[in-house]
C-alpha cells in the first residue's frame, strides 16, 4: 500500500496530512513554513520537522509521495531551493513542490474551473478557466500588495492605535487589545515590537480586530470592512475568464476566511453582491487539497 504525504506550509503554520492509500493515518502541525527569498533551506527544516512528527507517529520513516504547497514559491529560485532542501530531508521517494493556491483550488474544485479567494497572513486570488487555465489577482507580498490579508490588517490596527495615541484619529478599543497582546506591555514596547516583527507576526493581530469589531469598536469594523472590500476587488476582474455567461464558483481558503473568523461574513457579503459570482459555503483545507496531489503523483 503506498503512502502519501499533504503539506500546507503557509504564513502562520505548516498542516500536515499522511495516509495509507485512501485512509487518513495521521497529521501534524507546527510553525509557518511559507519561503522568503533566499530562504529556502530553512523553510525546508521547518516543514520537515513537522512531517516527520506525522511519519513517527504513524510508524513510518518516509513516504511514497510528498506533495508541499507552500506560500512564496511562486517563482522558480524559490520553488527550487525549496524542493531541493526537501530532498535533502529524505521524507518521501517523490517530492513535489508547489504554489499553496494549486492546494486551494484542488481541495475547492477538484481539476474543475473557478476561483479561490485566499486570505492568510498574505492575501491572494486564483482563477482556474473554463481551458485550464490559471490566472491570478495580488498576492504580490506585504510591500506590494497582500490586501485584506492577515498582515494588512495587523498594520492597519497599529497605524490606528498610533493615531488614537497622537490624537489624529478616534480613540478605539484596539489600543487596549494590542497592548494586552503579549509580548508587548505597553506603548513603547509595541512601538518596537512591531518595528522588529516579522510580516507572520503582524498578522497575528488580525483575531484582536476581529473581536473588537465584534464587540462594536467603530474604528475595527471599518477595518474588517475595508479588508472584505479589498479581497472582494481581487475577485472582480477574474470574472472575465469565465466568459459572458453562466455562474462562477468561488471559494473562500485561508485562516482569516475560516468559519470563525470575523472577516468570512463580510466578504461573503461582499461577494453575494457580484453577479453570476456562486460562493460555496463550505471550508475548504488546502492540506487536503496537497494529500489529493499526492495520490494523484502516485
Same mark, same amino acid.
Given at each position: 500500500?503506498?503512502?502519501?504525504? %499533504?503539506?500546507?506550509?503557509?504564513?502562520? @503554520?505548516?498542516?500536515?496530512?499522511?495516509?495509507?492509500?485512501?485512509?487518513?493515518?495521521?497529521?501534524?502541525?507546527?510553525?509557518? $513554513?511559507?519561503?522568503?527569498?533566499?530562504?529556502?533551506?530553512?523553510?525546508?527544516?521547518?516543514?520537515?520537522?513537522?512531517?516527520?512528527?506525522?511519519?513517527?507517529?504513524?510508524?513510518?520513516?518516509? =513516504?511514497?509521495?510528498?506533495?508541499?504547497?507552500?506560500?512564496?514559491?511562486?517563482?522558480?529560485?524559490?520553488?527550487?531551493?525549496?524542493?531541493?532542501?526537501?530532498?535533502?530531508?529524505?521524507?518521501?521517494?517523490?517530492?513535489?513542490?508547489? $504554489?499553496?493556491?494549486?492546494?486551494?483550488?484542488?481541495?475547492?474544485?477538484?481539476?474543475?474551473? !473557478?476561483?479561490?479567494?485566499?486570505?492568510?497572513?498574505?492575501?491572494?486570488?486564483?482563477?482556474?478557466?473554463?481551458?485550464?487555465?490559471? #490566472?491570478?489577482?495580488? $498576492?504580490? %507580498? /506585504?510591500?506590494? !500588495?497582500?490586501?485584506?490579508?492577515?498582515?494588512?490588517?495587523?498594520?492597519? =490596527?497599529?497605524?490606528?492605535?498610533?493615531?488614537?495615541?497622537?490624537?489624529?484619529? +478616534?480613540?478605539?478599543?484596539?489600543?487596549?487589545?494590542?497592548? &494586552? #497582546?503579549?509580548?508587548? @506591555?505597553?506603548?513603547? +514596547?509595541?512601538?518596537? /515590537?512591531?518595528? =522588529?516583527?516579522?510580516?507572520?507576526?503582524?498578522?497575528?493581530?488580525?483575531?484582536?480586530?476581529?473581536?473588537?469589531?465584534?464587540?462594536?469598536?467603530?474604528?475595527?469594523? #471599518?477595518?474588517?470592512?475595508?479588508?472584505?472590500?479589498?479581497?472582494? $476587488?481581487?475577485?472582480?476582474?477574474?470574472?472575465?475568464?469565465? !466568459?459572458?455567461?453562466?455562474?462562477?464558483?468561488? =471559494?473562500?481558503?485561508? &485562516?482569516?476566511?475560516?468559519?470563525?473568523?470575523?472577516?468570512?461574513?463580510?466578504?461573503?457579503?461582499?461577494?453575494?453582491?457580484?453577479?453570476?459570482?456562486?460562493?460555496?459555503?463550505?471550508?475548504?483545507?488546502?492540506? +487536503?487539497?496537497?494529500?489529493?496531489?499526492?495520490?494523484?503523483?502516485?
Amino acid at each position: 500500500m503506498s503512502s502519501f504525504l %499533504g503539506v500546507d506550509a503557509g504564513g502562520t @503554520k505548516t498542516a500536515v496530512l499522511l495516509a495509507d492509500g485512501e485512509r487518513v493515518i495521521g497529521s501534524a502541525s507546527g510553525p509557518p $513554513g511559507a519561503v522568503r527569498p533566499g530562504r529556502g533551506l530553512q523553510a525546508a527544516s521547518r516543514i520537515a520537522a513537522v512531517v516527520r512528527r506525522a511519519l513517527t507517529d504513524a510508524g513510518l520513516l518516509q =513516504a511514497d509521495v510528498l506533495v508541499v504547497g507552500a506560500a512564496g514559491v511562486g517563482r522558480d529560485p524559490e520553488r527550487s531551493e525549496l524542493r531541493e532542501g526537501l530532498r535533502n530531508e529524505r521524507l518521501a521517494v517523490r517530492t513535489i513542490v508547489t $504554489g499553496d493556491l494549486d492546494l486551494a483550488l484542488e481541495a475547492a474544485f477538484g481539476s474543475g474551473p !473557478g476561483i479561490v479567494l485566499v486570505s492568510g497572513t498574505g492575501s491572494v486570488a486564483m482563477a482556474r478557466g473554463p481551458d485550464g487555465t490559471l #490566472h491570478r489577482q495580488g $498576492g504580490y %507580498g /506585504w510591500q506590494m !500588495g497582500d490586501e485584506g490579508s492577515g498582515y494588512a490588517l495587523g498594520r492597519a =490596527a497599529l497605524l490606528a492605535v498610533g493615531r488614537a495615541r497622537d490624537g489624529r484619529g +478616534e480613540p478605539t478599543a484596539l489600543s487596549a487589545a494590542l497592548l &494586552g #497582546h503579549a509580548p508587548p @506591555k505597553d506603548f513603547d +514596547e509595541l512601538v518596537r /515590537w512591531s518595528g =522588529a516583527a516579522e510580516p507572520g507576526e503582524i498578522a497575528t493581530l488580525a483575531p484582536l480586530v476581529f473581536g473588537c469589531a465584534a464587540a462594536g469598536d467603530a474604528v475595527a469594523r #471599518h477595518l474588517v470592512e475595508g479588508a472584505a472590500a479589498d479581497l472582494a $476587488g481581487l475577485v472582480l476582474p477574474l470574472l472575465g475568464v469565465f !466568459g459572458g455567461r453562466g455562474a462562477v464558483p468561488a =471559494a473562500l481558503a485561508g &485562516g482569516n476566511l475560516a468559519p470563525d473568523r470575523g472577516l468570512r461574513a463580510p466578504v461573503l457579503s461582499q461577494l453575494r453582491r457580484i453577479a453570476r459570482l456562486a460562493v460555496l459555503e463550505t471550508e475548504v483545507h488546502p492540506a +487536503e487539497g496537497a494529500l489529493a496531489l499526492a495520490r494523484r503523483a502516485g
